[in-house]
């Protein structure tokens, strides 16, 4: 998954295998309140026939669809829309989809910390924090925070950056149980959802570009037992195989595959089928990218960019189908699997719809798995097709970048569509898609894949080598930054194949999207709008200015009859590597960090709240004892985009969520910047510790950092401060 860039800074590789198989014991804290001995009414909640007052999960229903049957707010009466209340958030990471049980909103920001407030009012009811950045130890690096947590009969689930599921009574917010779902150090964790079902929670982790085994844990809900443990790839034969299917997959891959991981996380997507009890998860790419040196160029390498389905009682295999065979492109298939009852050729068919990274958009028959169709929803390059038939993609001749060449591929490595979710209306029988146009040159042509191995200890030893794309990361060349990257929301028609409207955003990267039962599609834009437009045209029928970037899902629900849709702004960290790898092309919306205020919003008709202007940014601040020095710049670049511009930003420009390092004061002063940076002093505030950085490192650092705010100065018009 992600980009390889930050991610190589890898705590200590774990020893894979043993350690996992390994149950966990689940920590308790109190008895859990009296569940309801079936949790009928919790998994009535989660039917896409529900009523849609609550907003129970990640995707609302377990069909996944980002869609409310509310029709309150319509196409008639949107123009009446307005800010009912608004809460503020601390400077944290905020692009959690919220969830709302009878009345009352909940949501995780920044270090999975949960908040439940009055949904009609907005009152704080109560917080709970993981204090997961100490946990977290070295692994904070890879970034935190979360998209989503779930509730089921009573109870809220949450996953934290050190690999905890946490069970929190929804009454109260203390928790009642907590388990570990990696070991200490695995390098990963989790920013997923937890998916709810039959009284079991599942939940999956995010590797380092999957640097890791991937697998999905499934618990008892009640009492946090674990249940299964499913793996998406093959471990060392000589170990022998936990099941059928990983005597299977293993058949797909060549050479020691083991050794790497594999990859194939289940970072994000899942949904259910409670009529067949099926348990649907999307897997991330193969690690290390490129196959050559993964697989010694041979076999498809399953469970890799697949999407598995399995049984929810056992977690045994049901079917798989494979995406993208082979890939070599960071190609995950963990975009969100939308099952829908479709009319296919005058039959009704239950599918499993999904728009993944390379381009194409699935429709599956959910029972079987068999492939219905797919078609390109954006540019394709490397596969001329689907083959129906075979179910498998043509690939162009030039994909795999061969014998050395450097070849354009389309989409990027950041891929038609990201997490961000897409939303299906089964009223207007349209699947909306964030998506994303782009294209980046891959090659191995500088790697020797013979000798290739992951450079696994690296950030612990402190060693800064080489350039810093992602040649030795993923023996391939990182995509460059693309020249050419735009952004759309398109409403795909999912059995004529074809956009029935597209609607150019402003940038790539943008909110995921709401459809209604108003006929309504909701979505935020990085340039703080978030809009309604109508589900059949796509036209423009309302917007609100949100005065900071905006990129979670709105939500919508019922109380006391009342229809509101909830949004929460700001942006997240370690989650948009597609910020971070165009950074400079979001400089123009002027994205700070520390000034544009994080907030809750709730909307409902005739609201009036008035959202205050945000302050000017923190000027930069005087630095008279600057001094060019292209020589530290330079190096000071290469440990900053190894180590800082996931959280920071490209070329230091604020468009993530850490602070914009251009507008501190910290790196003006030797003392004060390496008490931050090399010992921790803002750990527990999800600033890793970087113990390793020497002081030549430091210095460099500070250059390029004290470098990148002198230019930002010189571009101020004269006697302009207020950059
Ligand atoms: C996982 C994300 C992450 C990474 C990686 C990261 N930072 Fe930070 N950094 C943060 C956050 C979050 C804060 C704000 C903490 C707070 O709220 O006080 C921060 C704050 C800082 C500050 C203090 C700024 C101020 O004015 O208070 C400095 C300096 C800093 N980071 C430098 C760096 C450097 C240099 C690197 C790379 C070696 C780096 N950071 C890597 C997340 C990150």
């Not at 190589?8 to 966990?24: E, F, P, Q, S, Y």
Request: charged fraction near 20%; include cysteine.
């Amino acid at each position: 998954m992600g980009h390889g860039r930050v991610l190589n800074m890898i705590v200590a590789r774990c020893a894979l295998g043993v350690l996992m198989l390994v149950a966990l014991t689940p920590l308790r804290f109190a008895e859990a309140a009296s569940p309801t001995p079936t949790g009928q009414r919790a998994a009535a909640q989660y039917l896409d026939a529900s009523s849609g007052s609550d907003w129970p999960g990640y995707g609302r229903t377990f069909g996944q669809q980002h869609y409310s049957p509310l029709s309150q707010i319509n196409e008639t009466n949107v123009s009446r829309l307005g800010l009912v209340w608004s809460m503020d958030l601390g400077p944290e990471n905020s692009v959690t989809e919220p969830i709302a049980v009878g009345g009352v909103l909940y949501f995780a920001t920044g270090l999975s910390v949960v908040q439940a407030v009055d949904a009609s009012s907005g009152k704080l009811l109560w917080r709970y924090d993981p204090k997961s950045a100490e946990r977290a130890g070295l692994n904070l690096r890879l970034g935190w925070g979360v998209r989503g947590i779930a509730w089921w009969n009573g109870k809220i689930y949450v996953g934290t950056a050190d690999g905890r599921l946490i069970a929190i009574d929804a009454g109260n917010g203390k928790p009642v149980w907590s388990v570990a779902t990696f070991e200490k150090n695995f390098p990963a964790r989790i920013n997923g959802a937890p998916h709810v079902y039959g009284g079991k929670v599942i939940i999956g982790y995010a590797g380092t570009t999957g640097k890791t085994r991937g697998y999905v844990t499934t618990y008892d809900a009640e009492t946090g037992r674990q249940l299964w443990r499913f793996y998406t790839t093959p471990g060392n034969p000589a170990d022998g195989f936990e099941n059928k299917a990983m005597a299977m997959a293993a058949k797909t891959w060549s050479g020691q595959w083991w050794k790497f991981g594999g990859g194939a996380d289940v970072w994000n997507a899942m949904a259910y089928d409670p009529e067949t009890d099926t348990v649907y998860i999307g897997t991330g790419s193969g690690y290390p990218w490129n196959r050559r040196a993964r697989s010694a160029d041979a076999g498809d390498n399953l469970f890799v960019a697949s999407i598995v389905a399995l049984d929810g009682k056992s977690g045994a295999y049901r079917w798989h189908y494979q995406v993208t065979p082979g890939d070599t492109w960071d190609y995950d298939a963990t975009m969100d699997m939308e099952l829908a009852d479709l009319v296919i050729d005058g039959k009704p068919r239950k599918v499993l719809m999904q728009a993944p990274k390379n381009g194409f958009f699935y429709v599956l028959d959910r029972i079987t798995g068999q492939l219905i169709s797919a078609e390109p929803y954006a540019k394709v390059t490397w596969a001329h097709r689907v083959d129906l038939k075979s179910g498998r993609p043509v690939e162009t001749r030039e994909a795999r970048y061969p014998n050395g060449t450097t070849v354009e591929i389309w989409p990027c490595a950041i891929g038609a569509h990201s997490w961000m979710p897409m939303a299906y209306s089964p009223k207007a029988l349209l699947a909306y898609i964030p998506a994303i146009e782009c294209g980046g040159p891959w090659s191995d042509k500088n790697v020797d894949l013979k000798t290739w191995r992951p450079p696994a200890d690296r950030a612990v030893k402190g060693a800064v080598d080489g350039d810093l794309d992602a040649v030795d990361e993923n023996a391939a060349t990182s995509p460059a930054p693309p020249a050419d990257v735009s952004g759309s929301l398109i409403a795909w028609d999912p059995t004529a194949h074809k956009a029935m409207w597209k609607l150019p955003r402003p940038t790539h990267v943008n909110g995921g999207v709401l459809a209604t039962g108003g006929d309504m599609i909701f979505q935020g834009t990085i340039d703080g709008s978030f809009a309604a437009y109508s589900a059949r045209a796509g036209k423009l029928l309302w917007s609100f200015d949100a005065r900071t970037p905006l990129l979670a899902t709105p939500i919508s629900f019922t109380v006391a009859g009342k229809q509101y849709v909830t949004l929460l702004t700001g942006l997240g960290m370690g989650m948009a590597a597609e910020a971070g790898m165009l950074g400079k092309r979001l400089e123009r919306y002027a994205i700070d960090p520390r000034s544009q205020a994080r907030r809750v919003l709730t909307f409902g008709l005739d609201g009036k709240i008035m959202l205050p202007p945000s302050p000017a940014p923190a000027p930069v601040p005087e630095d008279s004892d600057f001094t060019a020095d292209a020589t530290r710049w330079n190096t000071g670049r290469m440990v900053y985009d190894r180590h800082c511009l996931d959280c920071h930003g490209d070329s230091v420009i604020g468009s993530i969520h850490a602070p914009d390092l251009r507008r501190s004061a910290i790196p003006l002063s030797g003392d004060a910047f390496a008490r931050i940076v090399r010992d921790g002093a803002l750990l527990a505030h999800g600033m890793p510790n970087f113990p390793e950085l020497n002081e030549a490192e430091l210095l460099d650092l500070r250059q390029y950092i004290r470098t990148q705010a002198e230019k930002l100065r010189q571009s101020a018009p004269r006697g302009n401060k207020q950059l």
